[in-house]
């Protein structure tokens, strides 16, 4: 199948029908991850493929208890699947591979941003994915909450030296229209590109294009709803106008638009608007005193309030 026409064949499914799935299929899809990208070739990806019967039976124990097998009379998910695979990570893989003589810098083992063996796992879980829907089959991610995580350690055997990352379900796929109606896909659209693709800078050259950043955005519509502000309410003019409007608020507080965007929720209200108003501290900070508080009373330039929510875009 061209990938073309698998990717939009990938969803989440979490139901399946009784049938088993023959041991070389599922072969195919666990060797994908042998040719999944690794930082440094590190390779510290793991799988625990589980088909027996009594494993399977013990996984949809132990994670019912935290509530995912099939709550509000929802189809059976983790019952029903004839393949459960445990995404894994081995972090110490990492530390031996850039602790030789070729990743060191300046004898020193990198201190990346993001632990790699994530993202490693991630890119794996992706590759299980696709691989199902080009085998004819479908497949489900679910989150392994800590305490059942410990308990599948227990149960399986799993290394402490090896983290569960999640766990993939396959099988061929049964009509799942009540786990399809409430979960996010259903309930909320995809994100439009342009919230996740940006071209060649983050802010367009004149920054206007603030108004579609989503981090700040989706956060502070979403804030805005928190707090009762009438989203309705909010008018924006064209792109520049709302560059010059920023600019004009930001200014008499000593503030850059950087400083506003680092802070842990940078509140967006357009000048317009009597979201105007909230210029406060939003975590740790109750709803009402947030509300009622003034920028000048917070120095933290995080803290500060900034401008511009488009209209028409939505929290995400
Ligand atoms: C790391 C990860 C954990 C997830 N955990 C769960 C989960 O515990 N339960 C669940 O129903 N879906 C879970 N999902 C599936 C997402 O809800 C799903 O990918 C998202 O709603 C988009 O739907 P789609 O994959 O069908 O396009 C998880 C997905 C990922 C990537």
Known sequence: MQF???????????????EPVPREVVERIVGTVRRAPSAGYSQGQRLLVITEEDGRAEIARIMGETGWTAPDGRELWLESAP????????????????????????????????????????????????????????????????????????????????????????????????????????????????????????????????????????KTLQTLRVLGVDLDAIDTGAAGTLAAERDQALDPLGLALEDCLDGPVPVVAHPTCDAGALGAPLH?????????????????????????????????
């Open 284 to 316: 740790g900070v109750a709803k009402e005193d947030a509300v009622h508080e003034s920028v000048d009373d917070h120095s933290p330039p995080h803290h500060a309030a900034m401008i511009a929510a488009r209209a028409g875009s939505r929290a995400s």
């Open 83 to 218: 393949v459960h695979i445990l995404v894994c990570t081995r972090e110490a893989d990492y530390h031996d591979r850039y602790r030789l003589p070729d990743k060191l810098v300046e004898g020193e083992e990198i201190d990346w941003p993001v632990p790699f063996w994530f993202v490693d796992a991630g890119a794996a879980l992706m590759l299980l994915l696709l691989a199902a829907v080009d085998e004819g089959l479908a497949a489900g991610v679910s989150g392994v909450e800590c305490e059942a995580a410990k308990k599948v350690r227990s149960t399986f055997g799993i290394p402490d030296d090896v983290t569960i990352i999640a766990l993939v379900t396959n099988g061929y796929p049964a009509p799942d229209p009540g786990w399809s109606a409430v979960t996010s896909r259903r309930t909320q659209p995809r994100r439009p590109p342009a919230d996740i693709v940006r071209w060649e800078r983050w802010y367009g050259a004149d920054e206007s294009d603030l108004t579609v950043d989503s981090s700040a955005h989706g």
């Open 4 to 18: 073309r026409e698998l990717l939009p064949r990938r969803r989440m499914v979490r139901h399946y029908r009784s």
